[in-house]
């Protein structure tokens, strides 16, 4: 069974860290194009990060860029966001997204995990 499981959310306060994760299983993670998104209350779905396979390659949101750092670690199946200076406009639910590399229909989505940046 194909599934996304994300964890590492949790209340904290601004200028805090956090790292999530976002743990594959039923799919082989290093043949896909990873990323996390998020959604806040009242706003749609936004990208947040990308990594291309091999981990060669990443993309960022301009809203975070310099704060945020994704990675990935196909041994064991993980992706991680590492979120630094958090701000309160950070807060939103963090999805993390699977495309399969050269198949750009088959895509996976994990449950989301919320993180709330609030003194």
């Known amino acids: 069974q194909v599934q996304l499981v994300e964890s590492g959310g949790g209340l904290v306060q601004p200028g805090g860290s956090l790292r999530l994760s976002c743990a594959a299983s039923g799919f082989t993670l290093r043949y896909y194009l990873m990323s996390w998104y998020r959604q806040a209350p009242g706003k749609e779905r936004e990208l947040v990060a990308t990594?291309?396979?091999?981990?060669?390659?990443?993309n960022y949101a301009e809203a975070v860029k310099g704060r945020f750092t994704i990675s990935r670690d196909n041994a064991k199946n993980t992706v991680y966001l590492q979120m630094n200076s958090l701000k309160p406009e950070d807060t939103a639910v963090y999805y993390c997204?699977?495309?399969?590399?050269?198949?750009?229909?088959?895509?996976?989505w994990g449950q989301g995990t919320q993180v709330t940046v609030s003194s």
């Open positions: 990594t291309t396979s091999t981990g060669g390659n990443t």
């Open positions: 997204h699977a495309n399969r590399v050269g198949f750009p229909n088959l895509k996976y």
